[in-house]
C-alpha cells in the first residue's frame, strides 16, 4: 500500500518520491538530533551559568567560526559532488588540503588568545589557548559528511552525525554542571567535536570505492573556497561585532535568538543534501522547471512552519528560558530570516549543481555576503544590534528574488531547446 502511494506521489509531482521519502526521512532524524542537542546544551547553559560566561561562550565560538574559511571549506562542497560522480579519492586529498588550514588558524587564534591575556582577559585568553589546540579536528576534519551526502548514504550520515553531535552536547554539558567555567566549557565543545570528526573519518575509509580523484576537484574547490570566504565572514561577523561592541550580557541574548533560530537554518542544509547529488548528475535548461516547480511547494511549508513557530516562541522562552524574556521579538525576526535563507540555499543549489551557470554561482553566491558585510556596520549605526539581523534579511530577500529571476530565464531556454 505504502509502495503504491509513493509511486503515485512521483507520478503526480514529477519527482522521484521513494528518494524524496527515504533521505527526508534520514535527514529529519539527523535535523531532530541536532535540534535537540542544540536546545539542550542552550538550556543547561542560559540556566547554570551567568550570562557574562555565557556570552563569552557564544562570542568565542564566534570567532572560531569568523576563521573558518581559511580551512578552505569550499573543499567540502567539492567533495559532495566529487564522490557523487564516483571520485572518492577526493576525500583524503580534501581533507588534507582544510587541515593545513586549520592548523594556521591555530597560528592566529594563538595571537587572538595572547591579545586577550595582555588586554586583561584571562579567561578568554586560556579558552583560545586551549581551542588553537584542537581547531584543525574540531572545525577541519568533518568531511565525512560531505562524502556521505555525496554518495546519498543519508542513513549512515544520520547515525554517524548524531552520534557526535550527541557526543558534543553530553560533554559540554558535563562541562557546564561540573565546573561552570569558560575554559572548561569550551575545551570541552572542541574536544568531544574533533574527537568525534576523527573516529568517523576513519569509519569512512572503509567505505571508499576507489582513489581516483576528479582532475578539475582542486580547482573547483579553491573556487568553492573563496566563495565560501565571503560566505563564512558574513555568517559569524555579526556575533563577533555584537561581543566586541556590546556587554557579554547583550552578547547572551543575541546568542541566544541565534541558537533559537538554528534549526531553521539546518532545513536549508536538509534541502541542499536532497537536492544537489541528483541534480549534479542532470545538466540542462529542463533542470531549471524541475526546481521551479517544487519551489512553491517549499515556500508553502515554510510558512506553515513559520507560523506555528511564532504562535510558541513567546511560551517556549518564557517556561524555557525565564532569564532571557527579553529576547522574545528578536529570536522571532531571527527566525524568520532564517526561513527566507532555506529559500535562497534552495535556488543557490541549482545554479551549483549546473556547469554552465557555476560563474553565476560564484557571482550570485559572493554578492550577497559581500552585501550583508556591507550593510551590516551602517545598519548596526542606526538599530544596535538589531541592525545585524535587519542588514541579513534584506539581503536574503533580495538574493531570493534575483535568483528567481535568473532561474525562470533558464527555464524558458527549454522551451527554445524544443
Same mark, same amino acid.
Given at each position: 500500500?505504502?509502495?503504491?502511494?509513493?509511486?503515485?506521489?512521483?507520478?503526480?509531482?514529477?519527482?522521484?518520491?521513494?528518494?524524496?521519502?527515504?533521505?527526508? +526521512?534520514?535527514?529529519?532524524?539527523?535535523?531532530? !538530533? *541536532?535540534?535537540?542537542?542544540?536546545?539542550?546544551?542552550?538550556?543547561?547553559?542560559?540556566?547554570?551559568?551567568?550570562?557574562?560566561?555565557?556570552?563569552? &561562550?557564544?562570542?568565542?565560538?564566534?570567532?572560531?567560526?569568523? =576563521?573558518?574559511?581559511?580551512?578552505?571549506?569550499?573543499?567540502?562542497?567539492?567533495?559532495?559532488?566529487?564522490?557523487?560522480?564516483?571520485?572518492?579519492?577526493?576525500?583524503?586529498?580534501?581533507?588534507?588540503?582544510?587541515?593545513?588550514? /586549520?592548523?594556521? !588558524?591555530?597560528?592566529?587564534?594563538?595571537?587572538?588568545? !595572547?591579545? #586577550?591575556?595582555?588586554?586583561?582577559?584571562?579567561? %578568554?585568553?586560556?579558552?583560545? /589557548?586551549?581551542?588553537?589546540?584542537?581547531?584543525? #579536528?574540531?572545525?577541519?576534519?568533518?568531511?565525512?559528511?560531505?562524502?556521505?551526502?555525496?554518495?546519498?548514504? #543519508?542513513?549512515?550520515?544520520?547515525?554517524?552525525?548524531?552520534?557526535?553531535?550527541?557526543?558534543?552536547?553530553?560533554?559540554?554539558?558535563?562541562?557546564?554542571?561540573?565546573?561552570?567555567?569558560?575554559?572548561?566549557?569550551?575545551?570541552?565543545?572542541?574536544?568531544?567535536?574533533?574527537?568525534? *570528526?576523527?573516529?568517523?573519518?576513519?569509519?569512512?575509509?572503509? =567505505?571508499?570505492?576507489? @582513489?581516483?580523484?576528479?582532475?578539475?576537484?582542486?580547482?573547483?574547490?579553491? @573556487?568553492?573556497?573563496?566563495?565560501?570566504?565571503?560566505?563564512?565572514?558574513?555568517?559569524?561577523?555579526?556575533?563577533?561585532?555584537?561581543?566586541?561592541?556590546?556587554?557579554? $550580557?547583550?552578547?547572551?541574548?543575541?546568542?541566544?535568538?541565534?541558537?533559537?533560530?538554528?534549526?531553521?537554518?539546518?532545513?536549508?542544509?536538509?534541502? *541542499?543534501?536532497?537536492?544537489?547529488?541528483? %541534480?549534479?548528475?542532470?545538466?540542462?535548461?529542463?533542470?531549471?522547471?524541475?526546481?521551479?516547480?517544487?519551489?512553491?511547494?517549499?515556500?508553502?511549508? =515554510?510558512?506553515?512552519?513559520?507560523?506555528?513557530?511564532?504562535?510558541?516562541?513567546?511560551?517556549?522562552?518564557?517556561?524555557?528560558?525565564?532569564? &532571557?524574556?527579553?529576547? +522574545?521579538?528578536?529570536?522571532?525576526?531571527?527566525?524568520?530570516?532564517?526561513?527566507?535563507?532555506?529559500?535562497?540555499?534552495?535556488? $543557490?543549489?541549482?545554479?551549483?549543481?549546473?556547469?554552465?551557470?557555476?560563474?553565476?554561482?560564484? #557571482?550570485?553566491?559572493?554578492?550577497?555576503?559581500?552585501?550583508?558585510?556591507?550593510?551590516?556596520?551602517?545598519?548596526?549605526?542606526?538599530?544596535?544590534?538589531?541592525?545585524?539581523?535587519?542588514? @541579513?534579511?534584506?539581503?536574503?530577500?533580495?538574493?531570493?528574488?534575483?535568483?528567481?529571476?535568473?532561474?525562470?530565464?533558464?527555464?524558458?531556454?527549454?522551451? $527554445?531547446?524544443?
Amino acid at each position: 500500500m505504502r509502495s503504491d502511494f509513493i509511486k503515485s506521489a512521483s507520478r503526480i509531482f514529477r519527482m522521484d518520491a521513494q528518494y524524496i521519502v527515504s533521505g527526508t +526521512t534520514w535527514l529529519g532524524f539527523d535535523q531532530a !538530533v *541536532n535540534v535537540a542537542t542544540s536546545i539542550i546544551t542552550t538550556i543547561v547553559l542560559t540556566n547554570i551559568v551567568s550570562k557574562a560566561i555565557y556570552g563569552s &561562550y557564544v562570542y568565542l565560538l564566534g570567532i572560531c567560526m569568523l =576563521l573558518l574559511p581559511v580551512t578552505l571549506t569550499g573543499m567540502s562542497n567539492a567533495i559532495i559532488q566529487s564522490a557523487a560522480r564516483a571520485h572518492d579519492g577526493s576525500l583524503a586529498r580534501g581533507m588534507a588540503m582544510r587541515l593545513k588550514g /586549520g592548523f594556521v !588558524v591555530s597560528v592566529i587564534l594563538a595571537g587572538i588568545s !595572547v591579545a #586577550f591575556f595582555v588586554s586583561g582577559r584571562i579567561d %578568554a585568553a586560556w579558552a583560545l /589557548g586551549m581551542a588553537c589546540v584542537i581547531y584543525p #579536528f574540531a572545525f577541519a576534519a568533518d568531511d565525512y559528511k560531505s562524502y556521505l551526502q555525496g554518495r546519498q548514504d #543519508f542513513k549512515r550520515y544520520a547515525c554517524i552525525n548524531a552520534t557526535v553531535n550527541a557526543a558534543v552536547c553530553a560533554a559540554t554539558v558535563w562541562a557546564a554542571v561540573a565546573s561552570g567555567g569558560l575554559f572548561a566549557i569550551l575545551t570541552a565543545n572542541l574536544a568531544a567535536r574533533g574527537a568525534g *570528526n576523527l573516529l568517523a573519518y576513519f569509519r569512512m575509509r572503509g =567505505l571508499l570505492r576507489n @582513489r581516483n580523484v576528479d582532475e578539475k576537484f582542486d580547482g573547483f574547490g579553491k @573556487r568553492l573556497s573563496a566563495v565560501a570566504a565571503v560566505n563564512g565572514i558574513s555568517y559569524s561577523i555579526d556575533q563577533v561585532l555584537v561581543g566586541s561592541l556590546f556587554t557579554m $550580557e547583550i552578547m547572551a541574548s543575541y546568542g541566544l535568538a541565534s541558537r533559537l533560530s538554528e534549526p531553521f537554518r539546518f532545513l536549508g542544509l536538509a534541502v *541542499n543534501r536532497l537536492a544537489w547529488p541528483k %541534480a549534479a548528475r542532470m545538466q540542462g535548461p529542463y533542470v531549471a522547471g524541475k526546481f521551479l516547480s517544487k519551489l512553491a511547494l517549499l515556500m508553502a511549508m =515554510l510558512i506553515i512552519i513559520s507560523l506555528a513557530v511564532f504562535a510558541s516562541m513567546p511560551f517556549l522562552i518564557r517556561f524555557v528560558f525565564p532569564a &532571557y524574556r527579553d529576547v +522574545t521579538p528578536l529570536a522571532m525576526l531571527m527566525i524568520f530570516s532564517a526561513m527566507s535563507a532555506v529559500v535562497v540555499t534552495y535556488l $543557490e543549489t541549482y545554479f551549483i549543481s549546473q556547469d554552465n551557470l557555476q560563474r553565476f554561482y560564484y #557571482f550570485a553566491s559572493t554578492a550577497r555576503p559581500a552585501a550583508t558585510i556591507a550593510l551590516m556596520i551602517p545598519c548596526m549605526h542606526w538599530w544596535g544590534f538589531w541592525g545585524a539581523v535587519w542588514a @541579513r534579511l534584506f539581503v536574503r530577500l533580495a538574493s531570493a528574488v534575483v535568483l528567481t529571476g535568473r532561474m525562470y530565464i533558464e527555464y524558458r531556454k527549454s522551451f $527554445e531547446a524544443v
